[in-house]
């Protein structure tokens, strides 16, 4: 009983700290080379605004990883098992969830810069978030790490794009995803090691469906 209460409480920390507490990275924010830094020119009110949406759904993307890795991490401690496996896991997942925290605080440090604000509805897409994890993570070790893997990847495709969209010359932005981009490949990587299961095709297609609604709308809102 114990055990329980215990992982209820360390992922209702987890969601609170993410959503009404100042996020503190445990890494310097990311900046560009000085070659860049010399060539850097102020940013139009409409490129400010531009790169701002493109940071907010980043910001967004960082909130759905933090209750995503809490939710897992809690099916992990909850679930079937030998206790010491499942504490391994839900660690595994909980180091990971600390750099998706890094990525949150660097986002909203660029929102700041940028004039921009996060999404006003993060509540929401924390809660989604947490449900698709926690669901995740009743299947097992091996879906759960799979589940990590393929949304790592998404992840990283996404900012790809974002590589492409942001304006040319907004350097700071462009430190930041590309660090970002790093970590998440890391984390796919790690996670692939662990012993992660390959998801069906349709699981895929489910989650690709459901980050494009969720970029779409947080882009504007």
């Not at 949406?53 to 995503?68: T, Y």
Request: glycine share 6%.
């Amino acid at each position: 009983m114990n055990a329980f209460i215990d992982a209820h409480l360390i992922a209702a920390d987890s969601a609170l700290r993410t959503l009404f507490a100042p996020h503190r990275a445990t890494r310097a924010c990311p900046t560009p080379p000085e070659a860049l830094q010399a060539d850097a020119r102020p940013l139009s009110d409409a490129e400010k605004r531009h790169a701002g949406a493109l940071m907010r759904v980043n910001h967004v993307g960082e909130i759905c990883a933090q209750a995503l890795y809490t939710s897992q991490a809690l099916a992990a401690r909850l679930g079937p098992g030998h206790p010491a496996a499942k504490e391994k896991l839900a660690r595994h997942l909980e180091a990971a969830g600390q750099e998706e925290t890094d990525h949150l605080a660097w986002c909203k440090q660029r929102l700041d810069e940028l004039g921009d604000r996060p999404s006003l509805l993060n509540p929401l897409w924390f809660a989604g978030a947490f449900g698709i994890g926690l669901l995740a993570g009743r299947f097992g070790e091996r879906v759960s790490l799979g589940f990590v893997v393929e949304t790592e990847r998404q992840v990283e495709a996404h900012l790809d794009g974002h590589m492409d969209r942001l304006p040319a010359h907004d350097h700071a932005s462009r430190a930041i995803v590309a660090q970002m981009k790093d970590d998440e490949i890391r984390h796919a990587r790690d996670a692939q090691h662990a012993g992660a299961a390959e998801l069906p095709t349709p699981v895929k297609g489910l989650m690709r469906l459901a980050a494009k609604v969720m970029t779409t709308v947080a882009h504007r809102v």
